[in-house]
């Protein structure tokens, strides 16, 4: 297993569509592995291989609090989301010590393969209901900053380029 790099907004490659997965072989389970153990590393509880650079419906999650449920979705899907809304703040491992308050769908109901590419059905309330709706947004191309108003996301655009900057000085 290997730590990927994450993509940081407002790197344009995080606005990239991601393609099906025709088929789940060894490098989509190699990917997923590699992207829990990135996820793991960086305290994340979900992680969209957009964010990683490769652009293929893959999500890896794990919202529980042992951190010992790891989930693999491929090419997930939302079969039904709830009328009913719920408004919290949100973070990204692409937008790194930003949060802000984001509404979404308080449930839904998520069809995918896992990793032996089986489909599997699953219903999401609270953080794994949130986290599934962002990690699918990546998958459209959309980060969470993108649901703030316009001078919100100039000033996170400019704190992450800065950021960046500083962080490659030698």
């Known amino acids: 297993m290997a730590l990927l790099n994450i993509l940081r907004y407002p790197d344009p490659r995080l606005h990239k569509v991601a393609a099906p997965i025709a088929q789940v072989d060894d490098r989509i389970r190699t990917l997923a592995a590699d992207m829990l153990e990135t996820m793991y ?15 293929e419906r893959l999500i890896v999650m794990d919202v529980s609090e042992e951190r010992d449920q790891p989930m693999v979705l491929i090419n997930p899907e939302l079969v039904s989301v709830s009328d009913e809304k719920v408004v919290g703040d949100e973070g990204c491992l692409s937008v790194p010590t930003v949060y802000d308050k984001v509404e979404r769908h308080a449930r839904v109901t998520v069809k995918a393969l896992d990793r032996a590419g089986k489909p599997f ?17 990546h998958l459209r191309g959309k980060v969470f900053v993108e649901y703030l108003s316009l001078l919100k996301r100039e000033r996170i655009k400019v704190k992450m380029i800065k950021r960046t900057r500083d962080e490659q000085k030698p």
């Open 41 to 55: 590393d960086s305290e994340g509880v979900g992680l969209a291989a957009t964010q990683v650079d490769v652009h």
């Open 121 to 137: 059905q699953f219903e999401a309330e609270g953080l794994a209901s949130v986290c599934v709706q962002h990690e699918m947004d």
